[in-house]
């Protein structure tokens, strides 16, 4: 496992501790639901579930002809965990009419081009038994 799938990983679980403490906390004190809500679901279904498929899918899909792909898996780690981690200070703020929308749209932003970067990683990463083919005679005429 290489050091950007861990980070996703060890992520995905931060997020997942998040959300079940902010959970607990909505049946210790429910005056807090209202404005943690959205935060509550995004860090579930984005910080953890999401963040969990791209990191193993980025550690366990093949990589083919070696394709070596940590830059891409940086940038979409780090606009994911930006978009999120100012969702989750703005939504709050929002939700009692202290911010405008801009800021946190900003954080939707983020998101939508982190999900974009991995769409286009994994999208170099499907390929046909044919292309593999194609690769590894590519490969062998460069050898010899």
Same mark, same amino acid.
């Given at each position: 496992?290489?050091?950007?799938?861990?980070?996703?990983?060890?992520?995905?679980?931060?997020?997942?501790?998040?959300?079940?403490?902010?959970?607990?906390?909505?049946?210790?004190?429910?005056?807090?639901?209202?404005?943690? #809500?959205?935060?509550?679901?995004?860090?579930? %279904?984005?910080?953890?579930?999401?963040?969990?498929?791209?990191?193993?899918?980025?550690?366990?899909?093949?990589?083919?002809?070696?394709?070596?792909?940590?830059? $891409?898996?940086?940038?979409?780690?780090? %606009?994911?965990?930006?978009?999120?981690?100012? #969702?989750?200070?703005?939504?709050? %703020?929002?939700?009692?009419?202290?911010?405008?929308?801009?800021?946190?749209?900003?954080?939707?932003?983020?998101?939508?081009?982190?999900?974009?970067?991995?769409?286009?990683?994994?999208? #170099?990463?499907?390929?046909?038994?044919?292309? $593999?083919?194609?690769?590894?005679?590519?490969?062998? #005429?460069?050898?010899?």
């Amino acid at each position: 496992m290489g050091r950007w799938h861990a980070l996703f990983i060890r992520a995905a679980l931060l997020y997942l501790l998040y959300t079940a403490l902010l959970g607990t906390l909505f049946y210790l004190f429910p005056a807090l639901v209202g404005p943690f #809500r959205l935060g509550h679901v995004h860090a579930g %279904l984005v910080g953890f579930f999401l963040q969990m498929v791209m990191g193993v899918a980025y550690w366990m899909m093949p990589r083919p002809g070696g394709l070596k792909q940590e830059g $891409l898996e940086a940038l979409t780690f780090f %606009l994911l965990n930006a978009g999120l981690l100012l #969702r989750l200070l703005l939504e709050p %703020l929002s939700a009692y009419g202290l911010l405008p929308g801009a800021p946190l749209a900003l954080s939707g932003v983020l998101q939508l081009l982190a999900v974009f970067v991995f769409a286009y990683a994994m999208h #170099r990463r499907v390929v046909t038994a044919d292309m $593999l083919r194609k690769l590894r005679e590519e490969r062998e #005429r460069r050898k010899g």
